[in-house]
């Protein structure tokens, strides 16, 4: 046989070929990526000091392009695929301690330098933090194959839905197990309190347990994302991340009225708004063309800022707080990026620029709010007679009016702007800001309001409030000598702020307006003659000479002066001629701008929208995109974090370099896109999908192997047991009371509190209980005071809401103890849950604790416990029979339940609302 | 007596004895708790070494047993630290910073020098200067000069340090307090006390580690959150124990449960829980069932401590405490038997300080007078007190406000008030300091001839938060939390210890 036979020849290349290939296949170097394996690193040893906040050397790494730039030194740092003629290598492995780096500390591993090595010889590619990409439909791992057959066949079995496959392929891999499914009396507590964030009602509780159908589960879901409950309940959630609050907060911290958000809120939750629209209406509903009242409201996320009403306090300095806390809230809760940090330098580890903060900022600064004490503007939503008198002067408009006019009055009666706010006066002469709030003027004074736009106005509308008759006031252009183009009476007023017109010289073009008072009543100097609210330059009412023109206008001045509104702090635009620059601030200081800057969205991330406007608007749609890369993970890992007790990613916050990574980073992707491209945005199908799953549905047993093998429970091969949210607490103690009002809406009210918990200074608020069934409604209706929150809500980790809440984190301590064995709230609940059970079989105490443990846990009670209870049960009745006095101690009144009886019943009632079973889901 | 540096290193040693044993303890142990906690506990152990790694894993916090003691970096020198917050900020010009010079200008128009650039909270156009209205001598050994405000003060001067230029960069109440205690003037950052007892944990596991205390009729300007734990875990925040009704909220058993029965209560709670735990296998469960032995023991301890009945008569002589009351002396004499009690941070806030001259009780001749007069006594006691039991070597005692007022009287609105005032003056204000390794007789920095600005020794607020941290044994610069993706301290970006001002 002749092996060189040309048939042969191509056998042999082709071997050949195959061995070399393999080769190459086996022993080249694997690729390395940047964003897992030279990211962290530099992270950790290099960012602190050549980064987005120190530049040592004139050098930083946190840009491709600054990375292979020179330093001072003039070297160039890293020259991709040449790791021998980059200085970041020969300055890793010097020996001399003033040359190597890092500078001072140890030095790298021999690993790590060559990590670095190789990463520039393969090019020295950038990368992307995982939260930065583009999110990808990820497919679930596939079922079935020659590879699942090696997985234990308990997986297969087990898997329902993708959610699954993603969970026991990471459990596989660490040698795990899934638990069996939850017996069913386990489960419907579990999905009642997490959907509903009540416990649930014992009918449901007995359908469910008898519904024989292979759907029972799917139903019961179906009816528990179909219940009112549900909007409060993840309302209670997004109140921690819009720091709502029923008070500005700050020193005096008086009552703001915004609880219309928070109702908002329930009702956008409730009919399933898509995410999308949620967050846009939330950032921009007054920019929405035709924005309608829910839309102002939506707005008013943006407007749970603070208020600083101190005397003495820089409007402009807290004004500038509040857009800050905008930019910094929306970046952190609906985005979980870190940004505040990009407030005083460029991010230190993520590729944000400093510049990058404050073109974001502009987005936000042109909000007319201004920190004025009424929290200008306003919505003003007319109730009653007025709002039928409204809908009837819309109407005239709409046919009689000019549209833009008629858009301009009805705006002006909603919002009351734009109006010139006095505190933005100055140059006093005899006069000042009265509390650093107001402009009061004396006897013969003068102030100066900036740059107007009078082109096309013909009145002046103003608010002011005077004690003393015979005021003047002389408007002038430009100086105190200047052209008067108002003059006019400004007499007494009743009853605070009063509104007055009156018409103004036509005069073109943007003026300093010079406002003169003079009063001959006023003796003393030092005495306030007036004190103006603000100033509304504007046009004649629209339609004169058409048909109804004065009843129409006569409706206009009495809606303006209506008490039969609700009103509520919005977001609402500046007009261009009261549009406020942007700046950067150096080292984030507002006393120190710099550079001028429009508005514009990070270069790191994905572009604006085509089509979307230059204003919060065009933002709000940049946030809600479906490009955006973060704003689908955060929302989608936040309500794992609501179900599971640990975000897929641990750090909701910051999903950015510095956070901890995710745990199962497909599976947050696989959910993020489903939810933008499966669910239309829709919650109620998210979490769907993530409660109909095996993982979900798992019991919260774990045995000693499981608990070693994954402590922290990241595999999830167990269902997690979580403490309940104080607003659950709270909720379920009056549910299985029989005492939670079933009420809605409204309001904020004040269930019982201890005396002495609200003692803010300058401020005569107290709290007044609420009357009636007020007492028991939701934990998220309840007063939320900054200076004074309620106190068992913020001893369940809840905070005063002065800034945003990420995420509240979870512990458990003896004054949570306390609070639900003796918070009189907890007793009542105590109480009543005792008498329900009692009357159910009077005379047999063990069935009723029976009944109330059942009750409260879902379980019968087996008879370990039993013995427990009744033990409590046999001392706490000899102790009142004994001394028949404390019962009524126990009881709370003198009524029919005062016998020792009852009151034993009652202790044992306040210790099952204690119980661990009982504070957490299970 | 034991020397104090030992006793410091004996109780050192024996912490990081304890600290080895628990975590020999929890190796051994085959339950869930203690594997859990044994993951926290050596990421709790991190921070001790060199610097904190970054990642939310460096934080030295601890779910199942947050309050367990913990070391500082080095060897403390105050165990402890009792802070005394003058709410409204009272004078340094009546009661520590003695200026002749003043006294002379006065009713003196202010230079014009004086007022630019500057903004003042309520001061318009050009004031006049004010001039001193306490007599001043100096006292003691040291010849700290102090007014005859402070007549009891005056006795301990050579106790203490007296720092007359420290400096704030804010000039309202609200954010000068939180600059003062959280080292930020915006809401969200932990407080000093919140700080610490992250920091140290709590070595009395029957009493809260941080304790607040309140006088004056209201709440300080800044809220709860100058005794808040910002973004660290709430467990951390200051307790505010209340002078009348409950001590802390909810510690008092309903009306008809005695103890015995609370204790039959409890015993019934923890029995089924550790059935539950049996059967579940949660170590949170096992948490759960000693807080409610610890809360048990709080019901007990916290009114035991915060009763001051049982004072000898010459305690409340020396302090000028009421036990039928409730005040600031009060309040003093409950901070020393707290620290006693091994509680690591009392913080006092007493308000109405404010004295602007726009009524009686705000003006410097009349309500500041008064309020000195609450506060001399007491505060001189506790000095005396804590030295004669041994503690005021351990005990750091700090008096101040958030800050000072001006050497000019306030002409708010542009027009003379009423009574003589002084308004919000950021820029040199005197705190002094005792104990706990600090100097003592002993007077740190000038300040010009009429006591506007610092001329020499310009400290800030966060000077002296890196100083009363390093007097507890922490490099203000290494103890971190990471939050929002990085390190957070007291001190943010600022501070240096005033090392002159240390024994």
């Given at each position: 046989?002749?092996?060189?036979?040309p048939r042969r020849y191509?056998?042999?290349?082709?071997?050949?070929v195959?061995?070399i290939l393999?080769?190459?296949?086996?022993?080249?170097?694997?690729?390395?990526?940047?964003?897992?394996?030279v990211k962290?690193l530099l992270n950790?040893?290099?960012?602190?000091?050549?980064g987005g906040v120190?530049q040592?050397?004139?050098?930083?790494l946190l840009?491709?392009d600054?990375?292979?730039g020179?330093?001072r030194s003039?070297?160039t740092?890293?020259?991709?695929?040449d790791?021998?003629g980059s200085e970041l290598?020969r300055?890793l492995t010097l020996t001399d301690?003033e040359?190597?780096?890092?500078?001072?500390?140890?030095?790298?591993s021999?690993?790590e330098?060559?990590?670095?090595?190789?990463?520039i010889?393969?090019?020295?590619?950038?990368?992307e933090?995982?939260?930065?990409?583009?999110v990808?439909?990820?497919?679930p791992?596939?079922?079935g194959?020659?590879?699942?057959?090696?997985m234990?066949?308990?997986?297969?079995?087990w898997i329902r839905?993708?959610?699954?496959?993603f969970?026991?392929?990471?459990?596989r891999?660490?040698g795990l197990?899934?638990?069996?499914e939850?017996d069913?009396?386990t489960?419907v507590r579990r999905l009642?309190?997490d959907?509903?964030?009540?416990p649930?009602?014992?009918?449901l509780?007995?359908h469910?347990l008898?519904?024989?159908?292979?759907?029972?589960?799917?139903?019961?879901?179906d009816t528990?994302l179909?219940s009112?409950a549900y909007?409060?309940?993840?309302?209670?959630l997004?109140?921690d991340l819009?720091r709502y609050?029923?008070?500005?907060?700050?020193?005096r911290d008086?009552?703001?009225?915004i609880?219309r958000?928070?109702?908002?809120?329930?009702?956008?939750f409730?009919?399933d708004?898509p995410?999308?629209s949620f967050?846009?209406?939330?950032?921009?509903g007054?920019?929405?063309p035709?924005?309608?009242?829910?839309q102002l409201?939506?707005?008013?996320?943006?407007r749970?800022?603070m208020t600083?009403?101190?005397?003495?306090?820089?409007n402009?300095e807290?004004?500038t707080?509040?857009?800050i806390?905008?930019v910094n809230t929306?970046?952190?809760?609906?985005?979980?990026?870190?940004?505040?940090c990009?407030q005083c330098?460029?991010?230190?580890?993520?590729?944000?620029?400093h510049?990058?903060?404050?073109?974001?900022l502009?987005?936000?600064?042109?909000a007319r709010d201004e920190?004025?004490y009424?929290e200008?503007p306003?919505?003003?939503?007319f109730k009653g007679?007025?709002?039928l008198?409204?809908k009837?002067?819309?109407?005239w408009l709409s046919?009689?009016?000019?549209?833009?006019e008629a858009d301009?009055?009805l705006?002006f009666?909603?919002?009351?702007?734009?109006?010139?706010?006095?505190?933005?006066?100055?140059?006093f002469?005899?006069s000042?800001?009265?509390?650093?709030?107001?402009?009061?003027?004396?006897?013969?004074?003068?102030?100066?309001?900036?740059q107007?736009d009078?082109?096309?106005r013909t009145?002046?509308?103003?608010r002011?409030?005077?004690?003393r008759?015979?005021?003047?006031?002389?408007?002038?252009t430009d100086?105190l000598r200047g052209?008067v183009?108002?003059r006019l009476?400004?007499p007494?007023?009743?009853g605070?702020?009063?509104?007055?017109?009156?018409p103004l010289?036509?005069?073109?073009?943007v003026?300093?307006l010079?406002?003169e008072?003079h009063?001959?009543?006023l003796?003393d100097p030092?005495?306030?003659?007036?004190?103006?609210?603000?100033?509304h330059?504007?046009?004649?009412f629209?339609?004169?000479?058409r048909?109804?023109?004065?009843l129409?206008e006569?409706?206009?001045?009495?809606?303006?002066?209506?008490?039969?509104?609700?009103?509520?702090?919005v977001?609402?635009e500046n007009?261009?001629?009261?549009?406020r620059?942007?700046?950067?601030?150096?080292?984030?200081?507002w006393?120190?701008p710099g550079?001028?800057v429009?508005p514009g969205?990070p270069?790191s991330?994905?572009?604006l929208p085509?089509?979307a406007?230059?204003d919060?608007?065009?933002?709000?749609?940049?946030v809600?995109?479906?490009?955006?890369?973060?704003?689908?993970?955060?929302?989608?890992n936040?309500?794992?974090?609501q179900l599971?007790?640990?975000?897929?990613?641990e750090?909701?916050e910051?999903?950015?370099?510095?956070g901890?990574?995710?745990t199962?980073p497909e599976?947050l992707?696989?959910l993020a896109?489903?939810?933008?491209?499966?669910?239309?945005?829709?919650?109620?199908?998210?979490l769907?999908?993530?409660v109909?799953s095996?993982?979900y549905?798992?019991?919260?047993?774990?045995?000693?192997?499981?608990?070693?093998?994954?402590?922290a429970n990241?595999?999830?091969?167990?269902?997690?047991?979580?403490?309940l949210s104080?607003?659950?607490l709270?909720d379920?103690?009056?549910?299985?009371?029989?005492?939670?009002?079933?009420?809605m809406?409204?309001?904020?009210?004040?269930?019982f509190?201890?005396d002495?918990?609200?003692l803010?200074?300058?401020n005569?608020?107290s709290?007044?209980?609420s009357p009636?069934?007020?007492?028991?409604?939701r934990?998220i209706?309840?007063?939320?005071?900054?200076?004074?929150?309620?106190?068992?809500?913020i001893t369940f980790d809840g905070?005063?809401?002065e800034?945003c809440?990420?995420?509240?984190?979870?512990?458990?301590?003896?004054?949570q103890a306390?609070t639900?064995l003796n918070d009189?709230?907890?007793l009542?609940a105590?109480?009543?849950l005792?008498?329900?059970?009692?009357?159910?079989?009077?005379?047999?105490?063990d069935k009723?604790?029976e009944?109330?443990?059942?009750?409260?846990?879902?379980?019968p009670l087996?008879?370990n416990?039993?013995q427990?209870?009744?033990?409590?049960h046999r001392?706490?009745?000899?102790?009142?029979?004994?001394?028949?006095?404390?019962?009524c101690?126990?009881?709370?009144?003198h009524?029919?339940h005062?016998?020792p009886e009852?009151a034993?019943?009652?202790?044992?009632?306040?210790a099952?609302?204690?119980?661990?079973?009982?504070?957490?889901k299970? | 007596?034991?020397?104090?540096?030992?006793?410091l290193?004996?109780?050192?040693?024996?912490?990081?004895?304890?600290?080895?044993?628990r975590?020999?303890f929890?190796?051994?142990c085959r339950t869930?708790?203690?594997l859990?906690g044994l993951?926290?506990?050596l990421?709790?152990?991190?921070w001790?070494?060199?610097?904190?790694a970054?990642?939310?894993?460096g934080?030295a916090?601890?779910p199942?047993?947050p309050?367990?003691p913990?070391?500082?970096?080095?060897a403390?020198?105050?165990?402890?630290?009792?802070?005394?917050h003058?709410a409204?900020?009272?004078?340094?010009?009546?009661?520590?910073?003695y200026k002749?010079?003043?006294?002379?200008l006065?009713?003196?128009?202010?230079?014009?020098?004086?007022?630019?650039?500057k903004?003042?909270a309520?001061?318009?156009g050009?004031?006049?200067?004010?001039g001193?209205q306490?007599?001043?001598r100096q006292?003691?050994?040291s010849?700290l000069?102090v007014?005859d405000?402070?007549p009891?003060?005056q006795?301990?001067?050579d106790e203490?340090t007296?720092?007359k230029t420290v400096?704030?960069d804010?000039?309202n109440h609200?954010?000068?307090?939180?600059?003062?205690?959280?080292?930020s003037?915006r809401?969200?950052?932990p407080?000093?006390g919140?700080?610490?007892?992250?920091?140290?944990?709590s070595?009395?596991?029957?009493l809260?580690?941080f304790i607040v205390?309140?006088?004056?009729?209201k709440?300080?300007d800044?809220g709860k959150?100058?005794?808040?734990?910002?973004?660290?875990?709430?467990?951390?925040?200051?307790?505010h124990?209340?002078?009348e009704?409950e001590?802390?909220?909810?510690l008092?058993d309903?009306?008809g449960?005695d103890?015995?029965l609370?204790?039959?209560s409890?015993?019934a709670i923890?029995?089924?829980n550790?059935?539950?735990y049996?059967?579940?296998g949660d170590p949170?469960t096992?948490?759960?069932?000693?807080?409610?032995e610890?809360a048990?023991k709080?019901?007990?301890?916290?009114?035991e401590?915060?009763n001051?009945?049982d004072?000898?008569?010459?305690?409340?002589e020396?302090?000028?405490s009421d036990?039928?009351?409730?005040?600031?002396?009060?309040?003093?004499?409950?901070a020393r038997?707290?620290?006693e009690?091994?509680?690591?941070?009392?913080?006092?806030?007493d308000?109405?300080?404010?004295?602007?001259?726009?009524s009686?009780?705000g003006?410097i001749?009349?309500?500041?007078?008064n309020?000195?007069?609450k506060?001399?006594?007491a505060m001189?006691?506790?000095?005396?007190?804590?030295?004669?039991?041994?503690?005021l070597d351990?005990?750091?005692?700090?008096?101040?406000g958030e800050?000072?007022r001006?050497p000019m009287q306030?002409n708010r609105e542009?027009k003379?008030?009423l009574f003589?005032g002084?308004d919000h003056?950021s820029?040199?204000?005197?705190?002094w300091m005792?104990?706990?390794g600090i100097?003592k007789g002993?007077?740190y920095?000038?300040?010009d001839?009429?006591?506007y600005?610092?001329?020499?020794?310009k400290?800030?607020?966060y000077d002296?938060?890196?100083t009363?941290?390093?007097?507890l044994?922490?490099?203000?610069?290494?103890?971190?939390?990471?939050?929002?993706?990085?390190?957070?301290?007291?001190?943010?970006?600022?501070?240096?210890?005033i090392?002159?001002i240390?024994?």
């Amino acid at each position: 046989m002749n092996l060189w036979r040309p048939r042969r020849y191509w056998l042999i290349a082709s071997l050949l070929v195959f061995c070399i290939l393999g080769y190459a296949f086996i022993f080249s170097e694997p690729r390395v990526d940047y964003s897992t394996q030279v990211k962290p690193l530099l992270n950790r040893k290099c960012l602190g000091c050549h980064g987005g906040v120190k530049q040592k050397g004139g050098y930083s790494l946190l840009f491709r392009d600054e990375a292979l730039g020179k330093g001072r030194s003039g070297r160039t740092a890293i020259v991709p695929g040449d790791p021998d003629g980059s200085e970041l290598i020969r300055r890793l492995t010097l020996t001399d301690p003033e040359e190597r780096m890092p500078y001072h500390e140890a030095p790298l591993s021999a690993d790590e330098v060559e990590l670095l090595r190789r990463w520039i010889d393969q090019g020295a590619a950038w990368g992307e933090n995982w939260s930065h990409t583009p999110v990808k439909e990820a497919t679930p791992p596939a079922v079935g194959g020659w590879l699942w057959g090696l997985m234990p066949s308990a997986h297969a079995r087990w898997i329902r839905n993708d959610i699954d496959r993603f969970i026991a392929e990471k459990q596989r891999a660490a040698g795990l197990e899934p638990s069996p499914e939850a017996d069913r009396t386990t489960l419907v507590r579990r999905l009642s309190l997490d959907i509903t964030g009540l416990p649930p009602s014992n009918a449901l509780s007995r359908h469910f347990l008898a519904d024989t159908r292979p759907d029972a589960y799917e139903r019961l879901v179906d009816t528990l994302l179909a219940s009112p409950a549900y909007g409060e309940r993840w309302t209670a959630l997004w109140l921690d991340l819009a720091r709502y609050a029923d008070t500005k907060g700050y020193e005096r911290d008086d009552t703001r009225n915004i609880w219309r958000y928070r109702d908002w809120l329930i009702k956008a939750f409730n009919r399933d708004m898509p995410y999308d629209s949620f967050l846009v209406e939330q950032i921009a509903g007054d920019l929405i063309p035709g924005a309608t009242d829910d839309q102002l409201i939506a707005t008013a996320f943006h407007r749970n800022t603070m208020t600083n009403d101190e005397g003495g306090t820089d409007n402009e300095e807290f004004r500038t707080a509040a857009v800050i806390d905008r930019v910094n809230t929306t970046w952190e809760v609906l985005m979980g990026t870190t940004f505040a940090c990009v407030q005083c330098h460029s991010h230190p580890y993520d590729p944000f620029r400093h510049q990058d903060y404050y073109r974001f900022l502009a987005y936000f600064n042109n909000a007319r709010d201004e920190d004025t004490y009424a929290e200008y503007p306003l919505l003003h939503e007319f109730k009653g007679k007025d709002s039928l008198s409204f809908k009837g002067l819309h109407t005239w408009l709409s046919l009689q009016a000019d549209p833009r006019e008629a858009d301009r009055v009805l705006t002006f009666l909603r919002t009351r702007q734009p109006a010139i706010n006095s505190l933005t006066a100055d140059r006093f002469v005899n006069s000042e800001l009265s509390d650093t709030k107001w402009l009061v003027m004396r006897r013969a004074s003068s102030s100066r309001l900036r740059q107007v736009d009078l082109g096309g106005r013909t009145r002046l509308l103003l608010r002011y409030e005077s004690k003393r008759d015979d005021g003047m006031l002389t408007i002038r252009t430009d100086s105190l000598r200047g052209r008067v183009i108002a003059r006019l009476r400004v007499p007494k007023t009743e009853g605070g702020f009063h509104h007055h017109e009156t018409p103004l010289t036509p005069v073109e073009g943007v003026h300093d307006l010079y406002l003169e008072y003079h009063n001959p009543s006023l003796v003393d100097p030092d005495e306030n003659g007036i004190r103006f609210d603000w100033f509304h330059f504007t046009r004649d009412f629209p339609g004169r000479g058409r048909p109804g023109f004065d009843l129409a206008e006569a409706a206009y001045r009495r809606l303006l002066d209506s008490r039969e509104v609700v009103l509520t702090p919005v977001m609402v635009e500046n007009p261009s001629d009261m549009h406020r620059p942007s700046h950067v601030f150096e080292k984030g200081s507002w006393l120190s701008p710099g550079e001028r800057v429009t508005p514009g969205v990070p270069a790191s991330l994905h572009p604006l929208p085509a089509g979307a406007p230059p204003d919060r608007y065009g933002l709000a749609r940049w946030v809600a995109s479906p490009d955006n890369p973060l704003t689908a993970r955060t929302f989608v890992n936040r309500m794992w974090e609501q179900l599971f007790g640990r975000g897929l990613a641990e750090t909701l916050e910051d999903l950015g370099t510095q956070g901890i990574p995710p745990t199962h980073p497909e599976l947050l992707d696989h959910l993020a896109w489903q939810f933008m491209h499966r669910d239309g945005w829709r919650l109620k199908a998210l979490l769907r999908r993530i409660v109909l799953s095996a993982t979900y549905r798992q019991d919260s047993r774990a045995d000693a192997n499981a608990v070693l093998r994954d402590p922290a429970n990241q595999w999830l091969a167990r269902a997690p047991r979580v403490r309940l949210s104080a607003e659950q607490l709270r909720d379920q103690a009056l549910a299985l009371a029989g005492l939670l009002s079933p009420r809605m809406y409204g309001r904020s009210v004040m269930p019982f509190q201890p005396d002495g918990i609200w003692l803010s200074p300058y401020n005569g608020r107290s709290w007044v209980k609420s009357p009636g069934e007020d007492q028991y409604r939701r934990a998220i209706y309840t007063f939320w005071k900054r200076t004074g929150p309620y106190p068992s809500a913020i001893t369940f980790d809840g905070t005063a809401r002065e800034v945003c809440l990420s995420r509240r984190i979870r512990t458990n301590t003896p004054l949570q103890a306390l609070t639900t064995l003796n918070d009189p709230a907890f007793l009542e609940a105590a109480r009543h849950l005792m008498y329900r059970c009692a009357s159910a079989s009077p005379g047999r105490p063990d069935k009723a604790i029976e009944a109330a443990y059942r009750l409260a846990t879902g379980h019968p009670l087996t008879d370990n416990r039993r013995q427990a209870l009744l033990k409590l049960h046999r001392e706490a009745l000899a102790s009142y029979r004994h001394t028949p006095d404390k019962a009524c101690g126990m009881i709370g009144v003198h009524d029919g339940h005062d016998n020792p009886e009852t009151a034993a019943l009652v202790v044992v009632g306040n210790a099952i609302l204690n119980l661990d079973e009982v504070l957490n889901k299970n | 007596m034991m020397h104090k540096d030992q006793r410091l290193r004996q109780e050192a040693i024996r912490r990081a004895s304890e600290l080895t044993t628990r975590r020999h303890f929890l190796k051994e142990c085959r339950t869930g708790m203690g594997l859990m906690g044994l993951g926290s506990l050596l990421g709790g152990c991190d921070w001790l070494g060199s610097k904190a790694a970054p990642g939310v894993a460096g934080n030295a916090f601890d779910p199942v047993n947050p309050m367990a003691p913990r070391m500082p970096h080095f060897a403390p020198k105050a165990r402890a630290v009792i802070y005394l917050h003058m709410a409204g900020a009272p004078s340094q010009l009546e009661l520590f910073d003695y200026k002749p010079e003043l006294q002379r200008l006065d009713g003196q128009q202010c230079p014009e020098s004086f007022l630019q650039g500057k903004k003042f909270a309520f001061i318009r156009g050009v004031p006049k200067l004010l001039g001193t209205q306490a007599e001043f001598r100096q006292h003691g050994q040291s010849g700290l000069w102090v007014s005859d405000l402070l007549p009891h003060f005056q006795t301990v001067a050579d106790e203490v340090t007296i720092v007359k230029t420290v400096t704030t960069d804010q000039f309202n109440h609200g954010p000068a307090q939180l600059l003062m205690h959280c080292g930020s003037p915006r809401l969200g950052r932990p407080s000093m006390g919140a700080w610490v007892t992250y920091g140290l944990g709590s070595e009395n596991s029957n009493l809260p580690g941080f304790i607040v205390l309140t006088s004056g009729g209201k709440n300080p300007d800044a809220g709860k959150s100058v005794w808040g734990s910002g973004f660290l875990p709430s467990v951390y925040q200051g307790v505010h124990c209340r002078s009348e009704g409950e001590p802390v909220l909810f510690l008092q058993d309903p009306e008809g449960m005695d103890r015995d029965l609370r204790k039959a209560s409890i015993d019934a709670i923890n029995e089924v829980n550790r059935i539950t735990y049996d059967e579940l296998g949660d170590p949170e469960t096992l948490s759960r069932i000693s807080q409610y032995e610890m809360a048990f023991k709080m019901q007990i301890a916290v009114p035991e401590v915060m009763n001051i009945r049982d004072e000898p008569a010459h305690v409340h002589e020396l302090y000028g405490s009421d036990p039928d009351g409730a005040s600031l002396a009060n309040n003093i004499l409950l901070a020393r038997k707290l620290v006693e009690k091994g509680v690591r941070f009392v913080q006092i806030f007493d308000w109405g300080w404010d004295t602007h001259g726009t009524s009686p009780d705000g003006a410097i001749d009349i309500g500041l007078v008064n309020k000195c007069r609450k506060v001399d006594r007491a505060m001189t006691a506790l000095l005396l007190d804590l030295k004669q039991r041994g503690l005021l070597d351990e005990t750091l005692v700090v008096w101040g406000g958030e800050f000072g007022r001006t050497p000019m009287q306030e002409n708010r609105e542009g027009k003379q008030n009423l009574f003589k005032g002084r308004d919000h003056h950021s820029d040199a204000f005197s705190i002094w300091m005792a104990g706990g390794g600090i100097r003592k007789g002993f007077s740190y920095g000038e300040t010009d001839e009429i006591g506007y600005n610092p001329v020499s020794g310009k400290v800030s607020v966060y000077d002296v938060q890196a100083t009363l941290l390093h007097q507890l044994g922490f490099d203000h610069e290494r103890l971190t939390y990471d939050f929002q993706g990085r390190p957070f301290r007291l001190t943010d970006v600022h501070g240096s210890v005033i090392r002159d001002i240390i024994a």
